[in-house]
């Protein structure tokens, strides 16, 4: 069952990852070079040098979840709002996953208060 939602955090690591690592692998490097807790329920991204794969890293009750996904074509987008701390927000990621890339955005605004 998909569990992740808006009331994860989630981290991004920076570097690129080799996907061959499993749970012990990528627990290790979210506890070596993220310095965090891999079992504190937050939600760790790994992407590969090409990016066109993606593991997500998750403490459940009872255990570990690897999420994983592979493109047949094309890259996954890197979060242009990337914090100091690697964290982004739920929408970013999942427009991450689904490959949609925000080029420029401003918003208007509706109403001029006099």
Known sequence: MFSLGSSHRYYLY???????????????LVRN???KEPTS????????K???LIKLLHWE???FVVYYKRLEKGTFPLST???E????RWPELVMMVEGIEVEKFRQKPRY???
């Open 112 to 114: 001029q208060l006099s």
């Open 81 to 83: 709002k990337l914090s």
């Open 14 to 28: 920076k570097n690129p990852v080799d996907m061959r690592k499993g749970f012990d692998g990528l627990s290790g």
């Open 50 to 52: 090409n990016r066109n």
């Open 41 to 48: 329920g937050e939600v760790f991204i790994f992407l590969n």
């Open 85 to 88: 701390s690697g964290s982004i």
């Open 61 to 63: 009750y009872g255990g």
């Open 33 to 35: 070079y993220m310095d």
